[in-house]
């Protein structure tokens, strides 16, 4: 406002309304990104498939590609030993997912030969 006539400057207020009509724009994108995230957060729970493997030593790098071919990871792993015959046979005993949407050839997986 000048002063001595009592006028607004034009110039200011365009800006000052253009300042409040892009801050209200961002606050308004800003609080539905939110709500965006927060719902998405709270509905789309991943499904899982589970399975347990034990594929022999000498078969283990062969399964594991077969696996993760057909989306499997691996949860848990422990290399376990068993005496078959007077023979320690090892082997390694898996705990396998993969979201449930995931359907192909190795639904369930295979378990390797004993």
């Known amino acids: 406002m000048n002063e001595h006539t009592g006028e607004r400057n034009p ?30 957060m709270a509905t789309q729970r991943q499904q899982w498939q589970y399975a347990i493997e034990a594929p022999r030593d000498e078969d283990l790098s062969k399964r594991l590609r077969e696996l993760g071919t057909g989306g499997w990871e691996i949860v848990s792993a422990r290399r376990a030993g068993s005496e078959t015959g007077g023979k320690m046979e090892y ?7 993969r ?13 390797a030969p004993r």
Do not use: F, K, N
Not at 13 to 33: D, H, N
Not at 99 to 111: E, Q, V
């Open 11 to 40: 110039q200011l207020s365009t800006l000052i309304t253009l300042g409040t009509l892009i801050l209200i724009v961002g606050i308004l994108l800003l609080s539905g990104e939110a709500w965006q995230i927060v719902r998405g």
């Open 99 to 111: 979201p449930s949407d995931i359907t192909d050839a190795l639904l369930p997986p295979t378990p």
């Open 91 to 97: 082997a390694y005993e898996m705990i396998l997912r």
